[in-house]
């Protein structure tokens, strides 16, 4: 079953962020709690954390995008 991973707010003060740099890559094994890409706010960098145990499939976001709230992000195979 494919999960898709979807933005989460980060930023109480604005949907919008600028996306960072992926943890793993298209291809790599996935557990819950392990980094998952980090994202700019305000000039602070906090990196997330997946909620899903798989495999990443694919990415739709790339480092410098500009991201909002819900937006999807990327898919992970789930067993």
């Known amino acids: ?6 933005m989460p707010k ?7 962020v600028i996306f960072g740099i992926w943890a793993k890559n ?7 709690g392990e980094v998952l890409f980090e994202v700019e706010t305000e000039k602070v960098v906090s990196e997330v954390e997946s909620n899903f145990n ?16 819900g ?3 990327a898919i992970i195979d789930m067993p």
């Open 26 to 32: 298209v291809g790599d094994t996935i557990k819950a």
């Open 10 to 16: 980060i930023n109480p003060k604005s949907d919008e």
């Open 1 to 6: 079953m494919q999960q898709t991973v979807t």
């Open 54 to 69: 798989g495999v990443l499939v694919e990415i739709l976001v790339n480092e410098n995008d500009a991201v909002q709230t």
């Open 71 to 73: 937006e999807a992000i």
